[in-house]
């Protein structure tokens, strides 16, 4: 399985970006991210069928993980905080119906990542 993230960049605090992550087939789908210095962390889950959502506490309310008919799944975030600041990698675990999976341990194919920097 093939992943390709992409629509990270530079925004400031309060502002909103979509991540769009291209796979190469259809599978259930998770975004991480990773700030300097710290462990890659779980931000959202989708599961293969879509109606099945899961976020991280600290992002729930304000980031919104979906997935078109199609293999993309795209993950916006609004709202962003500089504490947002991270290189987010879209991942895909071979699963299909409707679980949804938040343990980095379980995915089996990870993209390249996209940095998202929030700052003013």
């Known amino acids: 399985v093939q992943l390709q993230a992409s629509g990270g960049g530079l925004v400031q605090p309060g502002g909103s970006l979509r991540l769009s992550c291209a796979a190469s087939?259809?599978?259930?789908m998770g975004w991480f991210r990773q700030a300097p210095g710290k462990e890659r962390e779980f931000v959202a889950g989708?599961?293969?069928?879509?109606?099945?959502r899961s976020y991280a506490a600290s992002v729930k309310g304000r980031f919104i993980i979906s997935r078109d008919n199609d293999k993309n799944t795209y993950l916006r975030m609004n709202s962003l905080k500089p504490e947002d600041t991270a290189v987010y990698y879209c991942?895909?675990?071979?699963?299909?119906?409707?679980?949804?999976?938040?343990?980095?341990?379980?995915?089996?194919?990870w993209g390249q990542g996209t940095q998202v920097t929030v700052s003013s």
């Open positions: 991942a895909a675990k071979i699963s299909g119906g409707s679980a949804v999976y938040s343990v980095e341990s379980t995915y089996d194919y």
């Open positions: 087939e259809r599978n259930a």
């Open positions: 989708i599961s293969y069928r879509g109606g099945e």
